[in-house]
């Protein structure tokens, strides 16, 4: 049974920063490439960051590019997603995803297999 638990949101002020982790089990993990992406109340859920399985490829929403950073340990099962400079914008439920296969449209939410319950993040101003 493949889970992904994400952890590490919270309530962080603007400008503040915070560090997401998402945990996997039960898929061989360096076979997976990985994905966040996010959801504010009343909106789609958006593409924020992905990374490749050996981290030779990564791909950022514009929005974040230079403030977000994401990265993965194959030996700990683990992607993280360290949010620097974070605005009120970036408030939404956070969500790690698995991708099998080939690296490939890390912004499209199909392309993934498996997704974790997500983490809140709320940005006050």
């Known amino acids: 049974q493949v889970q992904l638990v994400e952890s590490g949101g919270g309530l962080v002020q603007a400008g503040g920063s915070l560090r997401l982790s998402c945990a996997a089990s039960?898929?061989?993990?360096?076979?997976?490439?990985m994905g966040w992406f996010r959801q504010a109340p009343g909106k789609e859920r958006e593409f924020v960051a992905g990374?490749?399985?050996?981290?030779?490829?990564?791909s950022y929403a514009v929005f974040v590019k230079g403030r977000f950073t994401i990265s993965r340990d194959n030996a700990k099962n683990t992607v993280s997603l360290q949010m620097n400079s974070l605005k009120p914008e970036d408030t939404a439920v956070y969500y790690c995803?698995?991708?099998?296969?080939?690296?490939?449209?890390?912004?499209?939410?199909?392309?993934?297999?498996?997704w974790g319950q997500g983490t809140q993040v709320t940005v006050s101003s």
């Open positions: 039960g898929l061989t993990f360096n076979n997976y490439a």
């Open positions: 990374i490749n399985w050996n981290s030779g490829q990564i």
């Open positions: 995803a698995a991708q099998g296969g080939i690296y490939r449209e890390p912004a499209r939410p199909s392309t993934y297999d498996y």
